[in-house]
């Protein structure tokens, strides 16, 4: 293996990515949680996602696709910043 090789650095976009979509999720169900105030029953749940889906005008349905699309879209954005700084960081050497 040369030095140039060696010397690289290595490129943590996914993790960074996956940690900060992780993060994300784990937010949302605490979310769902604070929400269904703690319990764990249906009702509470369905209470909760309906609430949180009410902001965009839906319902539960709706609700879901906003907790879940949330940390979805934040990891893939940490991802392309990521990126991004990493190949400007290499155009600049």
Same mark, same amino acid.
Do not use: Q, R, S, W
């Given at each position: 293996m040369s030095q140039d090789k060696k010397k690289e650095e290595k490129d943590f976009s996914g993790?960074?990515? *996956?940690?900060? $979509? @992780? +993060?994300? +999720? @784990? $937010?949302s169900g605490a979310t769902v949680a604070a929400l269904a105030g703690g319990s764990a029953s249906a009702s509470a749940i369905t209470? &909760?996602?309906a609430a949180v889906g009410s902001v965009v005008g839906g319902g539960m349905a709706a609700g879901l696709g906003v907790l879940i699309g949330?940390? @979805? &879209? *934040?990891? &893939? +954005?940490a991802y392309g910043v990521t990126k991004a700084v990493k190949k400007s960081k290499k155009r600049k050497k």
């Open positions: 993790e960074i990515g *996956l940690g900060t $979509g @992780v +993060a994300g +999720a @784990v $937010g209470y &909760a996602l949330g940390p @979805v &879209a *934040l990891g &893939a +954005a």
